[in-house]
């Protein structure tokens, strides 16, 4: 898949996602696909309501389970929100078919974010949505994998992140660097505090600070002008950015060869492809 032809592809899809926390969602009523549930748990904790709320307002689930529900799913998918017993949280259950985002991962997300704009140029919008955004596309990396019977080459975890920065990546400029900037913020944050230590190696995933390296060379590989602030504020090392273009082609190639095919509506070029998914999304 082309560069040109993975972004309107993506773009069609991930439009309808963004912007979670900006204003409330027009004229999307389903998800557009019967394979698809969406259950907003309304929470116990009173400081959970104002989540609930924007959440389920701004159809976040829906839209979600609209983009994935373009795939021809053998079977019902459901995405869950939902208080987890003190655990912030978000994972992909094969035994139920679910997705489930814990309001207690979207608090934290909350707390992190800078009040208004972080010492890097970071706003409290981007560190809100592109979290959120991220963490939704990830997990719904592993259902497509399972119910697609989609093979993996390395580890689960890592195959994840980079369809969801894949598809991230393909919103168009300001959209793109929401979700790039927000997400690499999140993943600087935690890494922080993070332990290194010999039980986080044996971990199935990896350090919050290789995450946030994966996607912004990912990104820079991308679009090396829309990005290149990435590599110019030296976020990333001259030495990895020389070969991200490289790391880019070979996600996109695997999107294309492994995901495209079980598509219900079939890549395109131009405005025809982003109707058709556009569409589907808002339910039409």
């Excluded at 991220?134 to 369809?163: K, N, T, W, Y």
């Excluded at 990005?227 to 790391?247: H, M, Q, S, T, W």
Aim: with cysteine; net charge positive.
């Amino acid at each position: 898949m082309s560069r040109r032809s993975g972004r309107a592809l993506a773009l069609a899809c991930l439009s309808v996602v963004l912007p979670i926390e900006a204003a409330e969602a027009r004229g999307v009523a389903s998800t557009g696909s019967d394979r698809i549930r969406v259950v907003y748990e309304p929470p116990k904790k009173a400081a959970y309501r104002g989540i609930y709320d924007s959440l389920r307002r701004q159809r976040v689930l829906e839209r979600v389970g609209a983009i994935v529900g373009l795939a021809r799913l053998p079977t019902r998918l459901t995405y869950r929100l939902k208080e987890c017993a003190g655990e912030a949280n978000a994972w992909y259950a094969p035994e139920n078919r679910s997705v489930t985002l814990c309001y207690e991962l979207v608090a934290g997300i909350h707390e992190v974010a800078p009040k208004t704009t972080s010492p890097a140029g970071v706003s409290r919008h981007d560190a809100l949505v592109g979290p959120v955004a991220q963490i939704l596309m990830h997990e719904s990396g592993h259902a497509l994998f399972d119910l697609l019977r989609v093979p993996i080459l390395g580890r689960e975890e890592d195959a994840a992140d980079q369809v969801a920065s894949y598809a991230l990546l393909q919103l168009g400029g300001k959209e793109a660097r929401t979700v790039v900037n927000g997400s690499a913020y999140f993943f600087a944050t935690t890494g922080k505090n993070e332990p290194i230590d010999k039980g986080g190696f044996a971990d199935v995933h990896g350090f919050s600070w290789q995450r946030f390296y994966n996607l912004a060379c990912l990104a820079y590989g991308s679009d090396e002008k829309r990005f290149g602030y990435i590599v110019a504020k030296g976020y990333l090392p001259k030495e990895r950015a020389e070969g991200c273009g490289e790391e880019y082609d070979q996600v996109a190639f695997a999107f294309e060869t492994l995901i495209v095919p079980h598509l219900r509506v079939k890549p395109g070029r131009g405005e025809r492809l982003r109707r058709a998914f556009e569409g589907a999304a808002r339910g039409r």
